[in-house]
């Protein structure tokens, strides 16, 4: 058309070309032809500008033969069609309009078909005649333009508007139905879209409903090809509808709207322009529908629910150009509150929560610093740096990625569809780019340090920088290149996703932002006890929730600037975006991210192996926590709060059963599991399946598709429903871990349940495993009391925090006492317990340096029992637990001290026989012979290799007595605990409480302490002394005891051992050795000991004292006290002394120590059975028990008799204490004294004394004699 308009003159030289082009034109079969018959160019106006051109006498034939194909096509496909009159007439009911309809009615389309053929088949007629006449008919494009022009012709015809408009919305979307009209499809869609909105104006929901569902029937049809107009035009319908207020409408609407479809970003790389190649109506599509939400939120749960299901499967594409933020806000502005989970649903899709535009501050720093540095060389690395200047979106955080895998594998497969073509070409896999980063980033993977790209994000700079300085051959170009690809990296994350990566970056951008206390969140993050740190950032998502539902627009602080990149050649723009709403819901979602890490933490750390009511307790605390987060997350469960409730009025019950707990808990597992389906499964189940129908596959993320090798297509709609719900749950605040904790629960609670006797079950709630055990120091706060950590524990305690040394170690409570049924029975309480008394071990030996069962450097340790009211001496203890003959080879091996090492296992062993029931006769009688056989007066004198075969001996007496000895350091300490807990129940302990009026149920606590070695040498040593003297009641401090070197605190205690006084004065007043005197021997000692007095008495206000102590040399740093407790040898009271005459003329028979009690005349007795015999015969005789040496398996005894004396044994070993508590006359220590229980006799002084005959002792001196003596009452000073 343009040749033959401007040829002028030269046209004839142009015609062989025209008629090749109308030859070949009307040589294409009807798909093609069709093109140019629809062509804006209309073959008949072409004809008729050629006949205006050309004088007759030329040729025509070319141009005639494509006119009558294209008129023949025109007339036969208009015929193909329905009469739009009868059409009309057929859907409005409405005759008589012939004469708009008549000019495209069949009847006139046959009339022109018949024209056309008479034209044809008039033979007469010369070309040029023809070529006139074929250009009067009406073309195809004017066929168009009439209808185009019947909407407006049936308005007018309508009379009034109502009519009008409906008639004219019927046949605009008769045109839209009509194939042949597609050039006029976009405009029609406009002026749909105007009647529609006249429409539902004006008319009734009825008709509205009956025009908008012919109206969304064109639509799908017609969004394809126009998707934008198909768009603008719903949005337009949707405002309308929605301003009916008209519920039912709406509800059709929407459901209208999303039949429609979504278009998809449809990413289809970059192009050569360097501009992502997408579908653009995917923006539009998500601003359509937000909109449309926005109008009532409440009444679009349906269109939320699509929207979110398709960016979830399709995906989303949101360039920073967009200012999308600004979409947020105005949705952000509408009334969210009763859809506001739904709404965080689907915001959460968003990658949007920043306030740069494009590349600013450190982002365009790091990523101009990158490409700088390798001279802009790198095509790869340029391209990245200016996409993320200019045409940034969330697809750069891909692209990244791809650029660090390809550093790691010269792979640049990855990399082809975020870059174009040409840049593709040109990136190398071998050379300077790629060679050096390549080296250092699979070193960093090959070490272990990460298994995938994204581990990169959370390893600190300073981390990078190390591991990267221990490559060999990299230079510090390659090493800077890693550093800023990570770092870029992590900012680009930071940006376009929702975790908190680069946190002190992010809360910069913020500080000019206006949200609240910002510093108080500085604060929080700052927390390490897990539970506080999650209850100050709920506290600040709930400022955060008060701000996004505030009925206040805030003020939009936009500044924007547009450029054209002159390295790109396209339109870029920079700047900054803030708006009040905006910020705070991007900072809830990253602050979100944070709280679900700390709550599956929490889930993952807090032991409910064994649930306790003291479990309980905390479980609920916690489960505050979980509902407080789903209430910020829109999520409101009235069963939640109910089982709360429930949950809280149990606490404060006694006695509520744990299958009413079972039932709590299975009531918290059903409301997940309805506020799942109600918040989840429910609102998006079938809009997903009806999504899926009509989305092709092609078009879902990866991640939804079937494995590669699949082809079971059944499979697929459950897949992709399965993994959306899970998504969808797991980025919801808190819901996923809480259906994990209660999971967790409820295991527990069945596992309880199924393998407790119903009778077990409340000893079991009751139980409560974080009072189990306590180190000694830093003391647990809940059970830091006598009752739970026994007298001797709570004395310790003291001590420890007064600063006097104090054996490392820890305390198992009375907790585990009161219920040893659940601990010893229950597998996972004694579990639980096991790896309690484990973690504590490992805390005992980092305090130490030592190892519990390492022969090297062995942990030995003490354990002892401790009840709230003192039982000297009745209960098991046992000391170097932790020893097997392997530890004490090591040990020889490591001090070079042979007998020390036996010695100690011996002791270990004589401990451990005796909790089995071995009596302490029996050892003794070992360990004399073998002084008797080897001739050695004492065991010191003993050989390391005989004091070997003497714990050996020790060990075959036990084993061939059937006790198993456990060599296993950890069960041997278990056997200690579970021993001294038994020991409460032996008859001695049971007959000293039952004497003394004590209760059975106070039970006993254990200290498991470090050993202090006082048998190291005779340079070491044990003792226990009074801080005042027993005989005087005066509150001066006077040092008063016992000690014995090269001997441990038992042997002391025990009274078996014969012992030596700690203070001068003592050793006169007792007539013995001053020079023996701890005064004397080890004045540091003394000293130091004395300190601990004066502290505890004048400066901590205590009262007198009985402190055990043991120092493993002369150093006081290796001085420890052991256990203190209040002195019971300090009564004032009258006692009795012996008559002055018969003093005079009594044969004196010998001296001990005086414990208690005066004078005393009475028979001997040797065995309860005498004693029982005596008290019949002679019921007011005195009776005066005689022992080598006291044990607390001897309390009937000393209870039943009325006077002790000893042979060994000082003034503070358990007989002393029990026999001045019991109220006897006591004498020990006497070392003339020679007795032979089993013989019935003893002797004095060389002077043989027998079962019944008369004795006199005087618990206040300390001297003996024989016969029968007077005695008076006097006053004890």
């Not at 489960?623 to 089982?643: P, T, V």
Request: net charge negative; proline share 4%.
């Amino acid at each position: 058309q343009k040749i033959i308009k401007d040829a002028g003159t030269e046209l004839f030289g142009f015609l062989p070309v025209l008629d090749y082009a109308f030859d070949r034109i009307g040589n294409y079969q009807e798909e093609t032809f069709v093109l140019f018959a629809k062509s804006f160019y209309q073959l008949n106006k072409l004809g008729k500008s050629y006949s205006e051109a050309i004088p007759s006498g030329y040729r025509f034939t070319a141009i005639n033969h494509l006119l009558i194909k294209y008129f023949r096509y025109t007339y036969n496909y208009w015929l193909g069609q329905a009469d739009p009159l009868a059409w009309f007439e057929k859907e409005s009911g409405k005759a008589g309009l012939d004469e708009i309809f008549k000019p495209v009615s069949h009847r006139q389309l046959k009339t022109h078909q018949e024209r056309l053929e008479s034209i044809v088949h008039a033979s007469d007629d010369n070309p040029k005649i023809i070529l006139d006449r074929l250009v009067e008919l009406p073309g195809y494009g004017q066929i168009v333009t009439i209808y185009n022009d019947i909407p407006q012709e049936l308005l007018n015809a309508g009379g009034d508007k109502a009519q009008g408009n409906q008639w004219k919305l019927l046949f605009l979307l008769c045109i839209m139905d009509t194939a042949g009209l597609s050039p006029i499809h976009e405009e029609t869609l406009s002026d749909i879209n105007r009647t529609l909105e006249w429409l539902i104006h004006h008319e009734d929901p009825l008709v509205i409903q009956k025009s908008l569902g012919k109206t969304f029937t064109i639509l799908r049809r017609s969004i394809g090809k126009f998707p934008g107009t198909a768009l603008n035009c719903v949005l337009n319908v949707g405002r309308g509808v929605y301003r009916t207020d008209e519920s039912d409408l709406v509800d059709f609407f929407v459901d209208s709207a999303v039949s429609l479809g979504f278009q998809t970003p449809e990413i289809r790389g970059v192009g050569e322009d360097w501009r992502i190649r997408a579908n653009p109506a995917h923006i539009q599509n998500i601003r359509t529908w937000i909109q449309l939400i926005e109008l009532n939120p409440k009444w679009s749960k349906k269109l939320l629910s699509s929207l979110i299901i398709h960016l979830s499967l399709s995906g989303v594409l949101i360039k920073d150009t967009d200012l999308f933020s600004r979409d947020i806000t105005q949705l952000l502005n509408s009334d969210i509150g009763p859809v506001y989970n739904l709404v965080k649903q689907l915001t959460r899709l968003f990658p949007i929560y920043f306030n740069d535009i494009g590349a600013e501050g450190r982002l365009r720093d790091i990523s101009t610093e990158i490409d700088e540095i390798c001279l802009r060389k790198d095509p790869l690395i340029h391209f990245l740096r200016k996409q993320s200047h200019v045409e940034s979106s969330n697809q750069i955080v891909d692209l990244m990625e791809a650029v660090l895998n390809f550093w790691k594998t010269r792979n640049k497969e990855g990399i082809r569809p975020f870059v174009p073509p040409d840049i593709y070409q040109q990136i190398e896999t071998e050379g300077p780019n790629i060679d050096g980063v390549h080296r250092a980033i699979t070193h960093l993977f090959d070490a272990g340090e990460f298994k995938d790209m994204a581990d990169l994000l959370n390893i600190e700079n300073d981390r990078l920088k190390a591991l990267l300085g221990e490559i060999s051959e990299i230079s510090r170009l390659d090493c800077k290149r890693i550093e800023l690809g990570v770092a870029f990296y992590k900012l680009l994350y930071q940006k376009y996703y929702l975790d908190l990566t680069e946190i002190n970056d992010y809360l910069a951008q913020l500080r000019s932002s206006g949200l609240p206390d910002l510093e108080k969140l500085k604060k929080a993050f700052g927390k390490k006890d897990v539970r506080l740190k999650l209850e100050m950032l709920l506290g600040y998502l709930e400022k955060l929730k008060k701000v996004i539902l505030s009925q206040e627009n805030y003020e939009v602080r936009e500044n924007i600037y547009r450029k054209r990149h002159f390295a790109a050649g396209i339109p870029s723009m920079y700047g900054s975006y803030h708006e009040l709403k905006f910020d705070a819901l991007g900072l809830t979602f990253r602050l979100e991210s944070l709280v679900n890490v700390l709550f599956e933490e929490i889930v993952e750390t807090i032991d409910l192996k064994l649930i306790t009511r003291a479990a309980f307790s905390q479980i609920f605390d916690y489960l505050r926590l979980f509902n407080s987060a789903l209430k910020l997350d829109g999520i409101s469960s009235l069963e939640i709060e109910r089982q709360l409730d429930l949950l809280a009025h149990s606490l404060k019950i006694r006695g509520f059963s744990l299958t009413q707990y079972l039932d709590i808990f299975r009531g918290f597992s059903q409301a997940v599991r309805n506020i799942t389906n109600d918040y989840f499964n429910n609102i998006h189940q079938e809009n997903l399946s009806r999504i899926l129908e009509q989305m092709p596959a092609g078009r879902l993320l990866p991640k939804y598709r079937l494995p590669e090798g699949s082809d079971d297509r059944k499979k697929l709609p459950h897949r992709i429903t399965e993994i959306f719900l899970r998504d969808r749950i797991a980025t919801s605040l808190g819901l996923q871990q809480l259906d994990l904790f209660l999971s967790r629960i409820l295991n527990t609670l069945y596992h309880q349940s199924d393998e407790l006797p119903k009778e077990d079950l409340r000893l079991l709630l009751s139980y409560d495993p974080q009072k189990v055990i306590t180190p000694i120091y830093p003391t647990k706060k809940n059970v830091s009391d006598v009752i739970h950590l026994g007298n001797k524990g709570f004395n310790l305690v003291k001590l420890n925090s007064y600063g006097l040394p104090v054996p490392p170690g820890f305390i198992v409570t009375t907790e585990v006492f009161r219920c040893r049924e659940i601990v010893d029975h229950y597998t996972r309480a004694k579990k639980n317990f096991e790896e309690q008394v484990a973690l504590e071990i490992a805390a005992l030996e980092k305090l130490t340096g030592k190892t519990f069962g390492d022969p090297q450097n062995p942990l030995l340790l003490a354990v002892r029992s401790g009840s709230a009211i003192p039982q000297p001496g009745m209960m098991s203890t046992f000391l170097d637990v932790g020893i097997n003959e392997d530890i004490v080879q090591g040990m020889a091996r490591q001090t070079g001290n042979e007998w020390f090492c036996w010695d100690t296992y011996r002791r270990f062993l004589q401990s451990y026989g005796m909790s089995f029931g071995l009596e302490r006769d029996e050892f003794d009688d070992i360990i004399v012979d073998f002084k008797k056989r080897l001739d050695k007066p004492y065991k010191r004198y003993f050989s390391g290799l005989q004091m070997k075969d003497i714990a050996l001996t020790y060990k075959s007496l036990i084993l061939d007595n059937g006790i198993e000895i456990e060599d296993s350091p950890f069960d041997q300490l278990l056997v200690a605990i579970r021993k001294v807990f038994d020991s409460w129940y032996a008859p001695k302990a049971e007959a000293y409480r039952k004497i003394l009026g004590i209760s059975d149920d106070w039970g006993t606590a254990v200290m498991v302490q470090a050993m202090v070695f006082g048998n190291l040498s005779r340079m070491s040593g044990a003792g226990v002394f009074f801080t005042h003297s027993p005989r005087w009641s005066a509150d001066k401090l006077e040092l008063w005891g016992d000690f014995t070197p090269g001997n441990q605190g038992e042997d002391v205690v025990s009274g078996l051992v014969s012992t030596l006084p700690i203070s001068i004065k003592q050793a006169r007043i007792e007539n013995r050795q001053s020079e023996k005197a701890l005064e004397s021997m080890f004045p540091e000692i003394y000293n130091a000991i004395r300190e601990w007095a004066k502290e505890l008495f004048y400066k901590r206000k205590w009262s007198p004292q009985e402190i055990e102590f043991t120092f493993e040399s002369l150093d006081t740093k290796d001085l420890y006290a052991l256990q203190t407790r209040n002195m019971v040898i300090r009564e004032r009271k009258r006692v009795y002394t012996f008559d002055v005459e018969d003093r005079s003329s009594a044969d004196f028979l010998g001296h001990g120590i005086a414990v208690s009690g005066g004078a005393m005349t009475g028979r001997i007795v040797f065995s309860l059975e005498e004693i029982h015999h005596w008290r019949k015969a002679e019921p007011g005789t005195s009776l005066v028990l005689i022992r080598n040496d006291t044990v607390p398996d001897d309390i009937k005894e000393v209870y039943e008799a009325d006077g002790l004396l000893t042979a060994r044994g000082g003034s503070t070993s358990h007989a002393a204490i029990v026999a001045h508590r019991l109220g006897k006359t006591c004498i020990v220590g006497c070392v003339d004294l020679i007795c032979k229980e089993k013989e019935r006799i003893c002797s004095l002084d060389g002077k043989e004394l027998k079962s019944g005959d008369w004795i006199n002792i005087d618990g206040l001196e300390g001297s003996i004699y024989s016969g029968q003596m007077k005695i008076r009452e006097m006053e004890r000073d």
